[in-house]
């Protein structure tokens, strides 16, 4: 099986929870289908995942589309957590390099699909070069850029995605909501998915599921065509 058949690809974009931290919730997006699960790896972060379940219980987990959220981490700790956790795709959310990225390959699994995040800032003229420099991802997600590495709610200039080529079936992220997600609709070239994460929450890592199934009813940035 091949790391982009993980998910088979349709007209329909995908939706992805991150910053997940209550079993009891992982449970109902997992019943209402919820494409990916986002899992933050990262110390620093308010929804840091091991304060709230262990490696076993993210292992238990049943569903195949688990991403591990990881911010300038050694290879070794990924590939180690990857593997107890059972993740199917690891999420790159950091400075890591081509470099990085080819060797982490070489360490985890070889279907599980990796995602490399664009932050995106004041870095525009350069995008193209950054985009062209992380060929070796299965996908890219393009976020807000901050310090805190994600979970801002504020939203980047979508329209700079359509002045660049993007290589890659990407995710969506940074401030997407319920009042601005039909602008997906022009987008010229689509994403594969839709990042969610603090603008569909009661308080971080506490996610409002009546939101998040209201998304789900608005139906129509569901389709990409």
Same mark, same amino acid.
């Given at each position: ?21 209550q079993? *009891? ?9 919820t ?67 080819? *060797? ?105 599921? *009546? ?7 608005l ?7």
């Amino acid at each position: 099986m091949e790391r982009q058949q993980l998910l088979p690809g349709n007209d329909l974009l995908k939706l992805k929870v991150c910053g997940l931290t209550q079993l *009891e919730q992982i449970e109902e997006l997992t019943a209402m289908k919820t494409d990916f699960l986002g899992f933050i790896f990262y110390e620093k972060s308010s929804r840091y995942i091991l304060n709230h379940l262990s490696l076993k219980q993210i292992g238990e987990i049943k569903h195949r589309g688990k991403v591990g959220v990881f911010v300038n981490e050694n290879l070794e700790r990924i590939a180690e957590t990857a593997e107890k956790t059972k993740l199917n795709f690891i999420q790159l959310h950091g400075d890591e390099s081509k470099d990085f990225t080819i *060797e982490l390959r070489k360490k985890i699994h070889p279907e599980t699909g990796i995602i490399k995040v664009i932050r995106m800032g004041n870095q525009n003229s350069e995008l193209q070069q950054i985009i062209h420099e992380n060929q070796s991802a299965d996908y890219f997600l393009f976020d807000t850029d901050s310090t805190a590495f994600g979970g801002t709610g504020t939203t980047f200039d979508w329209n700079i995605l359509n002045s660049i080529e993007i290589s890659l079936p990407y995710f969506l992220s940074g401030g997407i909501s319920s009042e601005n997600i039909e602008k997906i609709k022009l987008l010229k070239q689509k994403p594969f998915a839709i990042d969610i994460n603090s603008r569909f929450e009661i308080k971080p890592g506490v996610k409002d599921l *009546e939101k998040i199934k209201m998304l789900n009813k608005l139906g129509c940035w569901k389709n990409t065509k």
